[in-house]
Protein backbone atom coordinates (compact mmCIF):
# COMPACT_ATOMS: atom_id res chain seq x y z
CA UNK A 1 0.00 0.00 0.00
CA UNK A 2 1.16 3.65 -0.37
CA UNK A 3 1.18 4.03 3.36
CA UNK A 4 3.72 1.39 4.01
CA UNK A 5 6.07 2.65 1.06
CA UNK A 6 6.76 5.96 3.57
CA UNK A 7 9.38 5.45 5.78
CA UNK A 8 8.09 5.98 9.25
CA UNK A 9 9.71 9.09 10.75
CA UNK A 10 8.57 12.18 12.94
CA UNK A 11 9.36 14.43 9.79
CA UNK A 12 7.34 12.25 7.51
CA UNK A 13 4.53 12.27 10.61
CA UNK A 14 3.72 15.83 10.65
CA UNK A 15 3.72 15.82 6.81
CA UNK A 16 1.08 13.79 6.78
CA UNK A 17 -0.49 15.26 9.71
CA UNK A 18 -0.20 18.58 7.65
CA UNK A 19 -1.36 16.94 4.92
CA UNK A 20 -4.69 15.64 6.19
CA UNK A 21 -4.96 19.11 7.45
CA UNK A 22 -5.34 20.73 4.23
CA UNK A 23 -7.34 18.11 2.61
CA UNK A 24 -9.87 18.35 5.32
CA UNK A 25 -9.68 22.23 4.98
CA UNK A 26 -9.93 21.76 1.38
CA UNK A 27 -12.78 20.00 1.02
CA UNK A 28 -14.54 21.93 3.67
CA UNK A 29 -14.10 24.79 1.19
CA UNK A 30 -15.47 23.16 -1.83
CA UNK A 31 -18.44 21.98 0.11
CA UNK A 32 -18.97 24.94 1.03
CA UNK A 33 -18.65 26.54 -2.54
CA UNK A 34 -20.87 23.64 -3.94
CA UNK A 35 -23.54 24.70 -1.98
CA UNK A 36 -23.19 28.13 -2.53
CA UNK A 37 -23.04 28.04 -6.10
CA UNK A 38 -26.01 25.45 -5.99
CA UNK A 39 -28.05 28.64 -4.08
CA UNK A 40 -27.05 31.23 -7.18
CA UNK A 41 -28.48 28.14 -9.53
CA UNK A 42 -31.81 27.79 -8.15
CA UNK A 43 -32.26 31.37 -7.50
CA UNK A 44 -31.13 32.53 -11.26
CA UNK A 45 -33.58 28.95 -12.58
CA UNK A 46 -36.45 30.75 -10.76
CA UNK A 47 -35.88 33.83 -12.35
CA UNK A 48 -35.56 32.26 -15.77
CA UNK A 49 -38.79 30.44 -15.39
CA UNK A 50 -40.26 33.64 -14.51
CA UNK A 51 -39.02 35.62 -17.50
CA UNK A 52 -39.58 33.06 -19.47
CA UNK A 53 -43.53 32.51 -19.07
CA UNK A 54 -43.55 36.80 -19.49
CA UNK A 55 -41.09 36.93 -22.84
CA UNK A 56 -43.47 34.51 -25.10
CA UNK A 57 -46.17 36.75 -24.00
CA UNK A 58 -44.55 40.02 -24.96
CA UNK A 59 -43.55 38.37 -27.82
CA UNK A 60 -47.35 37.13 -28.99
CA UNK A 61 -48.40 40.45 -28.44
CA UNK A 62 -45.43 41.75 -30.52
CA UNK A 63 -46.34 39.49 -33.50
CA UNK A 64 -50.08 39.70 -33.10
CA UNK A 65 -49.61 43.77 -33.39
CA UNK A 66 -47.41 43.49 -35.78
CA UNK A 67 -49.90 40.97 -37.89
CA UNK A 68 -52.68 43.57 -37.48
CA UNK A 69 -50.22 46.58 -38.51
CA UNK A 70 -49.74 44.48 -41.82
CA UNK A 71 -53.07 43.91 -42.52
CA UNK A 72 -53.89 47.65 -41.97
CA UNK A 73 -51.23 49.06 -43.68
CA UNK A 74 -50.27 46.40 -45.93
CA UNK A 75 -46.71 45.05 -45.74
CA UNK A 76 -44.78 47.00 -43.28
CA UNK A 77 -40.76 46.05 -44.18
CA UNK A 78 -39.98 49.37 -45.53
CA UNK A 79 -41.04 51.31 -42.13
CA UNK A 80 -39.27 48.69 -40.17
CA UNK A 81 -36.05 49.24 -41.75
CA UNK A 82 -36.69 52.46 -40.43
CA UNK A 83 -35.61 51.25 -36.68
CA UNK A 84 -31.95 51.59 -35.96
CA UNK A 85 -30.24 48.24 -35.34
CA UNK A 86 -29.52 48.00 -31.87
CA UNK A 87 -25.77 48.13 -30.80
CA UNK A 88 -26.08 49.04 -26.95
CA UNK A 89 -25.50 45.86 -26.11
CA UNK A 90 -22.93 45.24 -23.23
CA UNK A 91 -21.57 42.33 -21.21
CA UNK A 92 -19.85 42.61 -17.94
CA UNK A 93 -18.62 39.99 -15.50
CA UNK A 94 -19.14 39.55 -11.73
CA UNK A 95 -17.78 36.53 -9.88
CA UNK A 96 -19.43 34.18 -7.64
CA UNK A 97 -16.89 31.80 -5.80
CA UNK A 98 -14.30 32.12 -8.49
CA UNK A 99 -16.87 31.74 -11.08
CA UNK A 100 -17.19 34.68 -13.75
CA UNK A 101 -21.01 35.09 -14.64
CA UNK A 102 -22.23 37.54 -17.17
CA UNK A 103 -24.15 40.83 -16.62
CA UNK A 104 -25.65 41.77 -20.08
CA UNK A 105 -27.16 45.38 -20.19
CA UNK A 106 -28.55 47.56 -22.76
CA UNK A 107 -27.60 51.09 -23.24
CA UNK A 108 -30.26 53.59 -22.25
CA UNK A 109 -31.06 55.99 -25.50
CA UNK A 110 -33.65 58.24 -25.58
CA UNK A 111 -37.44 57.22 -26.56
CA UNK A 112 -37.21 58.80 -30.02
CA UNK A 113 -39.48 57.95 -32.61
CA UNK A 114 -37.78 57.13 -35.89
CA UNK A 115 -40.35 56.78 -38.13
CA UNK A 116 -43.32 58.30 -39.22
CA UNK A 117 -46.23 58.70 -37.48
CA UNK A 118 -48.17 59.63 -40.39
CA UNK A 119 -47.47 56.03 -42.38
CA UNK A 120 -48.31 54.19 -39.16
CA UNK A 121 -51.29 53.31 -36.87
CA UNK A 122 -51.51 51.99 -33.06
CA UNK A 123 -50.73 48.60 -33.71
CA UNK A 124 -47.73 49.12 -35.30
CA UNK A 125 -46.51 51.36 -32.37
CA UNK A 126 -47.65 48.76 -30.35
CA UNK A 127 -45.89 46.46 -31.95
CA UNK A 128 -42.77 48.34 -31.66
CA UNK A 129 -42.62 48.73 -27.77
CA UNK A 130 -43.76 44.98 -27.21
CA UNK A 131 -40.55 44.08 -29.66
CA UNK A 132 -38.59 46.90 -27.21
CA UNK A 133 -39.57 44.97 -24.30
CA UNK A 134 -38.79 41.75 -25.47
CA UNK A 135 -35.56 43.14 -26.64
CA UNK A 136 -34.73 43.74 -22.82
CA UNK A 137 -36.04 40.96 -21.17
CA UNK A 138 -34.13 38.82 -24.06
CA UNK A 139 -30.88 40.56 -22.74
CA UNK A 140 -31.35 39.24 -19.56
CA UNK A 141 -32.21 36.05 -20.01
CA UNK A 142 -29.37 35.29 -21.99
CA UNK A 143 -27.59 36.71 -19.11
CA UNK A 144 -29.14 34.49 -16.67
CA UNK A 145 -29.89 31.23 -18.67
CA UNK A 146 -25.29 31.63 -19.53
CA UNK A 147 -24.68 32.36 -15.54
CA UNK A 148 -26.89 28.68 -15.13
CA UNK A 149 -25.01 27.17 -17.60
CA UNK A 150 -21.47 28.49 -16.59
CA UNK A 151 -22.63 27.67 -12.43
CA UNK A 152 -23.97 23.86 -13.57
CA UNK A 153 -20.36 23.61 -15.25
CA UNK A 154 -18.69 24.94 -11.87
CA UNK A 155 -20.67 22.70 -9.90
CA UNK A 156 -19.52 19.44 -11.32
CA UNK A 157 -16.30 20.48 -11.01
CA UNK A 158 -16.32 21.44 -7.50
CA UNK A 159 -18.13 18.47 -7.38
CA UNK A 160 -15.32 16.09 -8.55
CA UNK A 161 -13.08 17.81 -6.31
CA UNK A 162 -14.76 17.35 -3.29
CA UNK A 163 -15.15 14.06 -3.87
CA UNK A 164 -11.13 13.26 -4.74
CA UNK A 165 -10.29 15.02 -1.35
CA UNK A 166 -12.91 13.19 0.47
CA UNK A 167 -12.70 9.49 -0.60
CA UNK A 168 -8.71 9.33 -1.88
CA UNK A 169 -6.69 12.14 -0.40
CA UNK A 170 -8.51 12.12 3.08
CA UNK A 171 -8.40 8.53 3.18
CA UNK A 172 -4.92 8.36 1.73
CA UNK A 173 -3.37 10.69 4.55
CA UNK A 174 -5.34 9.27 7.40
CA UNK A 175 -4.04 5.65 6.99
CA UNK A 176 -0.64 7.62 6.40
CA UNK A 177 -0.47 8.92 9.98
CA UNK A 178 -2.05 5.98 11.33
CA UNK A 179 0.63 3.82 9.37
CA UNK A 180 3.38 5.91 10.87
CA UNK A 181 2.37 6.67 14.59
CA UNK A 182 1.90 3.18 14.83
CA UNK A 183 5.61 2.03 13.36
CA UNK A 184 6.90 4.96 15.32
CA UNK A 185 4.78 3.57 18.95
CA UNK A 186 6.52 -0.19 17.86
CA UNK A 187 9.29 1.41 17.69
CA UNK A 188 9.55 2.91 20.88
CA UNK A 189 8.30 -0.32 22.52
CA UNK A 190 11.02 -2.20 21.22
CA UNK A 191 13.63 0.50 22.17
CA UNK A 192 12.15 0.56 25.87
CA UNK A 193 12.31 -3.29 26.14
CA UNK A 194 15.72 -3.05 24.80
CA UNK A 195 16.97 -0.61 27.39
CA UNK A 196 15.16 -2.46 30.31
CA UNK A 197 17.11 -5.82 29.33
CA UNK A 198 20.02 -3.64 28.86
CA UNK A 199 19.63 -2.27 32.73
CA UNK A 200 18.24 -5.78 33.76
CA UNK A 201 21.95 -7.19 32.60
CA UNK A 202 24.04 -4.37 33.90
CA UNK A 203 22.18 -4.99 37.24
CA UNK A 204 22.85 -8.68 37.18
CA UNK A 205 27.17 -7.89 36.27
CA UNK A 206 26.97 -5.23 39.34
CA UNK A 207 25.73 -8.09 42.05
CA UNK A 208 28.50 -11.04 40.48
Known sequence: MASQQIFPTKGNLMA???????????YELMDRKHNILIREMVALSD??????????????????SLEMANIMLGVVTPLTKQIPEETGVRVNYRSVMGVELPTVTIDETPSVMTYSPLLTNSQFDRAYICFNKAKQMAATLAEIE?????????????????NALKNILIPRYTEQVKFITNALEEKEREEF????????????????
Do not use: H, P
Not at 48 to 57: H, L, P, Q, T, V
Open 16 to 26: SKRSLAQARLG
Open 193 to 208: SRQKIIKANKEKQEEM
Open 146 to 162: NSIYRLSVAIKKTQKRA
Open 47 to 64: KAKEIRGSIDKVFADAYK
